[in-house]
């Protein structure tokens, strides 16, 4: 079974890729480098130790798309991770974001279309429930409006999905993540983010390796046992392999409705001062930290219900936060020793 991965050569397509060839799926993946480097390929290869093929191109770009699928042949399923994901920035520039990760998803659609390719699996996100009015938040929960152009991009391309899958021959599931961390435990692949981190972990990581000087909390009056926001923090492993579960799902016609959604989570929120206490016993090291004020558009809280996926996906997550606090210091110091 040949399943395409769009995205795959960054945070989550990688970890992803790599729980697919271990489950004996071929993969072929394909990536612009917008948001990731091809060094990765090679990671992936060393873990595995089997190269994926690999296409650079714009799945945006509509002629690019179709010349892709017109030469690649008996695709089974597709797990369409390419878009950008920088809420700030979308917030900047909402065409860039628009027209990115729209037009990629209609031209992967159009293509399945034509090609007669039946399974999807989408990346949405937590972002689709904004503050819920209800905890843990479940599948049913409405969508609130959204808090950015980003945002806005998952919730319309949930609705683009249903209304294809509708009319057409395509079934998908989308997954609605929460907040994915940490490193597959190697250390070879992991988060790669360009610039600043907006991200906790990663600023988290960046700071104690030196390459920031301190973390800022963004707010400590919130209405949280220690003030401070709460998230449902995932190890992007885990994550992986709830991929890995759905595309089979729909490979062996098990899916209960041509289009389905799951929280994708450990169903566990951790507050900010949790994830740092975490992170500093796993590196038994302090991190320079100082409380701030709120961010703007962050929410409280919010936690999954996963007990829809847990039953219906037969899937759990695993591991524990300081697992995804420990994996994802140590890829952190891996990338410090490699610039050294
Ligand atoms: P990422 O940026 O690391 O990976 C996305 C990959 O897609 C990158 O390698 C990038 O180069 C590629 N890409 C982007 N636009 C493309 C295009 N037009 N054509 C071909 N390739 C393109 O991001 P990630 O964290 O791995 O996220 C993967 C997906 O999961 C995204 O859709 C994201 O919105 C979604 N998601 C991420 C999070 C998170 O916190 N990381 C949470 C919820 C949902
Ligand atoms: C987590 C917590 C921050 C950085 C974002 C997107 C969301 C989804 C996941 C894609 C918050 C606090 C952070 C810092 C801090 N992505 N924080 N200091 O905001 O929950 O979600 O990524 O779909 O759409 O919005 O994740 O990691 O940025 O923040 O105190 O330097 O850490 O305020 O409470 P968030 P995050």
Known sequence: MKILVTGGLGYIGSHTVVELQAAGLEVVIVDNLSNSHIEVLNKIEKISGIRPSFSKLDLADRDSCSNFFKGEKAISGII?????????????????????????????????????????????????????????????????????????????????????????????????????????????????????????????????????????????????????????????????????????????????????????????????????????KVSKLKLNYKIVGRREGDIEKVWADTSFANKELGWKAQKTLDEMTLSAWRFQQQLSKNMK
């Open 80 to 280: 369409h991770f390419a878009a950008y994901k920088a809420v700030g920035e979308s917030v900047k520039e909402p065409l860039k974001y628009y027209h990115n990760n729209l037009d990629s998803l209609i031209n992967v659609l159009e293509n399945m279309k034509t090609y007669h390719i039946p399974n999807l699996v989408f990346s949405s996100s937590c972002t689709v429930y904004g503050q819920p009015d209800k905890l843990p938040v479940t599948e049913q929960a409405p969508r609130k409006p959204a808090l950015s152009p980003y945002g806005n991009t998952k919730q319309m391309a949930e609705d683009i999905i249903r209304d294809t899958v509708y009319a057409s021959a395509i079934k998908s599931i989308a997954l609605r993540y929460f907040n994915p961390v940490g490193a597959h435990y190697s250390a070879l692949i992991g988060e790669l983010p360009l610039g600043v981190p907006n991200n906790l972990l990663p600023f988290i990581t960046q700071t104690a390796s030196g390459i920031r000087e301190q973390l800022s909390v963004f707010g400590s009056d919130y209405n949280t046992p220690d003030g401070t926001a709460i998230r449902d923090y995932i190890h992007v492993v885990d994550l992986a392999k709830a991929h890995v579960v759905a595309v089979k799902r729909m490979l062996n016609d098990k899916s209960k409705s041509n289009y389905e959604i799951f929280n994708i989570g450990t169903g566990n929120g951790y507050s900010v001062l949790e994830v740092i206490k975490s992170f500093e």
